[in-house]
């Protein structure tokens, strides 16, 4: 009965997930806060533990299923905000499809090498969570600096936009009080809306999407970013403040160039194996470094080994599952995306943030987002990386550290 109570959450989990993961502004924190508001009554016809597995289910596969509305519509989540300008690339080749398959390349290859050095992974937690968290700030600060030094002829633009984005970052997240959904219309802005206001100036035609062509992505540059991704996911996993935004920098100085193909499967592969081994810290340090272990946390009084076992075999089969869901729904995606008047589709999609935006936060929310898209062009017309416009999640999470 148990077995069949714990499938039930697990498919449960994964259709949360895809909805969460393919709505922009639809976070998984969302969903758990109201399973937790109802979870007096869920408690009286399941067990704590069948709710927790449902939890993993529905995180695992939002982080397959949110790079949909990155690549196709350009509304990035925390996670993925790096890859949409590579996958918007890909998409305006015709290869929006492969864009994706790069993306699970590293989503499912870092859920798979997770799980194979988790119990490494928790032996380490002890060890080097002292160590390097005095240090991490010090490390972002040399990693930004290098970024910003190699830029040939932009250095003192690409250090105003990374300064520029911290201190949006820095009153959004801090000098801001009672906001709803802080990331949205930031990142949403910086990432989204500003892109796609450069398509509809550039008057953007997207091509037809070839579903079928090969992937081009080298065995090298695969190994490359899997073996990243689960290495700096697992620091984003188990140190405070340093999110996968901030590992996907990090990564990125770490491995050098690996193309369009390579990073996408770097990006893919960050939120999922953080999210696996955040399991770990739980059980290792007893402490919850996102929303959703939070909420297996709230519901399980103590996770112990077995709990563990079966959070990584429910981890692993909502991954498999969601790969074939999200190349399914990628498929339709590439075939109707062609179809549509692209200039009004970019405008239903901004006009769908903004509404979104108002929503959550009401006007403060819209000054923020108006305000990240102005300095997401602002950024453009200097020809600075968007990487530099990571500054908004990174300058906090350094003055975390240091000060």
């Not at 990374?162 to 910086?190: A, C, D, H, K, R």
């Not at 470094?289 to 981890?315: D, H, K, P």
């Amino acid at each position: 009965m148990e077995f069949i109570s714990i499938l039930t959450a697990l498919l449960l989990g994964l259709f949360s997930g895809l909805i969460t993961g393919i709505t922009p502004g639809i976070h998984v924190n969302l969903v758990t806060v109201l399973l937790l508001s109802f979870s007096s009554l869920l408690l009286q016809i399941t067990s704590p533990l069948v709710l927790a597995a449902y939890i993993i289910s529905l995180a695992i596969t939002h982080t397959f299923l949110d790079t949909l509305p990155s690549i196709y519509l350009g509304a990035p989540d925390e996670g993925k905000a790096l890859s949409v300008l590579p996958g918007h690339r890909l998409l305006h080749q015709g290869l929006g499809h492969q864009a994706i398959a790069y993306t699970l390349i590293g989503s499912f290859g870092s859920l798979l090498l997770s799980i194979i050095l988790f119990p490494l992974f928790v032996v380490s937690m002890n060890l080097i969570a002292p160590v390097i968290e005095d240090w991490i700030g010090f490390l972002l600060i040399a990693i930004m600096a290098y970024m910003i030094l190699k830029e040939k002829n932009k250095k003192l633009n690409s250090l105003a936009v990374f300064l520029l984005s911290g201190i949006l970052g820095l009153l959004v997240l801090s000098g801001i009080p009672n906001l709803t959904q802080p990331l949205f219309p930031l990142l949403s802005g910086l990432f989204g809306c500003s892109i796609l206001l450069l398509s509809l100036l550039q008057k953007a035609i997207i091509p037809p999407q070839a579903t079928g062509s090969q992937l081009i992505i080298s065995t090298k540059n695969m190994a490359k970013s899997v073996s990243a991704a689960t290495g700096v996911g697992f620091l984003a996993a188990f140190l405070p403040g340093f999110g996968s935004s901030q590992a996907a920098i990090v990564a990125t100085n770490v491995v050098g160039d690996l193309g369009d193909e390579g990073f996408l499967s770097l990006v893919g592969g960050i939120n999922t194996a953080n999210m696996l081994i955040s399991i770990g810290t739980i059980y290792a340090l007893d402490k919850a470094r996102n929303g959703a272990i939070v909420a297996v946390s709230q519901l399980l009084e103590q996770v112990n080994l077995n709990e563990v076992l079966l959070f990584l075999a429910v981890a692993l089969v909502a991954g498999g599952l969601s790969v074939v869901l999200t190349l399914n729904l990628s498929r339709i995606f590439s075939k109707y995306i062609a179809k549509v008047n692209y200039r009004r589709l970019v405008i239903l999609i901004i006009g769908f943030i903004t509404l979104l935006t108002f929503y959550f936060d009401g006007i403060i929310g819209l000054q923020i987002l108006l305000t990240a898209t102005a300095l997401g062009l602002v950024a453009s017309h200097l020809g600075v990386g968007k990487n530099h416009l990571m500054g908004c999640l990174i300058v906090p999470v350094i003055l975390y550290f240091v000060i």
